[in-house]
């Protein structure tokens, strides 16, 4: 069974910035794909960044120019550098990663930006 478990999380001021982390069960290059989402309260769960096996990224247009994703293949490691954080950016981050058809989730990281 495929683990992915976030890391990172936590309270930021307004304009801030944080760095989240993913660590994998395995070879994160025997994935498709692997990102980032997040779950704002009483919202649905929306992407902020994707990379696929070859290194192509892509954010979310909320996500372009403040976000960075990243990874470690050795360490089996995703990360998401956030910056210029604000209130709208408040909302729980998960890793995800996809093989064929199979998508899997971690449990999520909380972020919450507020001063």
């Known amino acids: 069974q495929v683990q992915l478990v976030e890391s990172g999380g936590g309270l930021v001021q307004p304009g801030g910035s944080l760095r989240l982390s993913c660590a994998a069960s395995e070879n994160i290059f025997d994935f498709n794909a692997m990102g980032w989402y997040r779950q704002a309260p009483g919202k649905e769960r929306e992407l902020v960044a994707t990379?696929?096996?070859?290194?192509?990224?892509y954010y979310a247009d909320f996500a372009k120019g403040r976000f960075a994703i990243s990874r470690d293949g050795p360490a089996k490691m995703v990360y998401l550098q956030m910056g210029s954080l604000n209130a709208e950016d408040t909302a729980v981050y998960y890793c995800?990663?996809?093989?064929?058809?199979?998508?899997?989730w971690g449990q999520g990281t909380q972020v919450i930006v507020s001063s």
């Open positions: 995800n990663a996809r093989r064929l058809s199979r998508s899997f």
């Open positions: 990379i696929n096996v070859g290194g192509i990224t």
